[in-house]
């Protein structure tokens, strides 16, 4: 979720959608909220989904996120194949060796942000559908 804040990559749940990490807070890392927010939430749902129910789509919601998870690396790897098979051949001069080498990453890298960032959002969302169900301790990590 946030564990890639390099610089480069989106940040996770809390990001802005310009890719602004934790935008609301004074300091730029957190390693010990998030992982205590990852913990009890992974707890919590486990907990809960044996002993209540959340949202009436939650599972519906669910799905979409591990569908969404497949599809940002399909829609990389598909842009990366096209760009290899479709923009080098055509759209590079023969002699520029380090543009065909990179096309295909940065088409990748692309859209793997672009999926990536449908992904947060969704979280997010989903995330938001369920903070009344909640416990405190939860709650504050987020």
Known sequence: MSAGRDGIFLGGIGSDVFGEHTSARNIRQDLVNDFLRDKYLKE??????????FYDGF?????????????KWVMALGSAAFATVVINPNFTRRRSYYARKLIPFMFGLCTYQYGY????????????????????????TM
């Open 117 to 140: 960032r449908n992904e947060n959002l969704a979280m997010t969302n989903m995330l938001l559908q369920m903070n009344e169900y909640l416990p405190l301790e939860v709650r504050r």
């Open 44 to 53: 919590y749902l486990e907990w809960h989904r044996q002993n209540a129910r």
């Open 59 to 71: 599972e519906s919601d669910l799905t979409y996120q591990k569908m969404l998870w497949y599809q």
